[in-house]
Structures are given as C-alpha cells and as structure tokens.
Nanobody, 123 residues
Framework: LQLAESGGGLVQAGGSLKLSCAASGFIFNEYAIAWFRQAPGKEREAVAWMSSDDGITHCADSVKGRFTISKDNNKNTLYLQMNSLSPEDTAVYYC?????????????????WGQGTQVIVSS
C-alpha cells in the first residue's frame, strides 16, 4: 500500500490550498481514508476522515466549515480542500488509509501513511 501527498506550500492567511493523496497497491474504495496533521511540538491530530462503509465524511471541530475531504475512486486519489486558512493550520499534513470503520480519528489505528506535505500559513 502506497500513499503520496502533494499540494502543500506557503499561503497567506485567508487563502486556500487543495492537497492530494495518490493511492496505490490496494483497493481504494474498500479502505477508510483520513487526513492528519502534525505541527512542531504537537501530537498528530485527525483533520478529516471518511468511512468506506457509508462514505460519510467527518471533520475535526477546528476545521469544520473550512476543510472538506473528498475522493475520486476512479483516480485512486484523496483530496483535502482547505479554505480560510489561518497560521494555526501550519503543519505537515499526512494522508492515511486502513480497513475497518471504528475510531477513524485515532492515528494509532493506521499503519499506512504518506510521507507528508508541508503547509505553511503566513499571517
């Protein structure tokens, strides 16, 4: 199973970015998928996740209304649209995938991760 993020970069506060995660080596639509982020000195936290069972998406309260997770099964690609970015969103963003549907916001439940993409939001 391989995951590769792209789309990070430097953006001003209030701006937008769209992250992509190209997946390979597994049946994409059978896996739960998620975006996590980790800021310096902080624990990795779930940003948004999607169950394979029902396709329902969830977002952390800190990004609700600003970030949207989506996927394209034909392209085996996961996306994270990020709007109204603030400096507090600065972090390395990771995509992850796993089987099952429980505790999808728990980072230790994922064995497979991408290498991460850096997002820096300037004030």
């Amino acid at each position: 199973l391989q995951l590769a993020e792209s789309g990070g970069g430097l953006v001003q506060a209030g701006g937008s970015l769209k992250l992509s995660c190209a997946a390979s080596g597994f049946i994409f639509n059978e896996y739960a998928i998620a975006w996590f982020r980790q800021a310096p000195g902080k624990e990795r936290e779930a940003v948004a996740w999607m169950s394979s069972d029902d396709g329902i998406t969830h977002c952390a309260d800190s990004v609700k209304g600003r970030f949207t997770i989506s996927k394209d099964n034909n392209k085996n690609t996961l996306y994270l649209q990020m709007n109204s970015l603030s400096p507090e969103d600065t972090a390395v963003y990771y995509c992850a995938a796993r089987l099952g549907s429980a505790n999808l916001a728990w980072s230790k439940g994922y064995a497979d991760w991408g290498q991460g993409t850096q997002v820096i939001v300037s004030s």
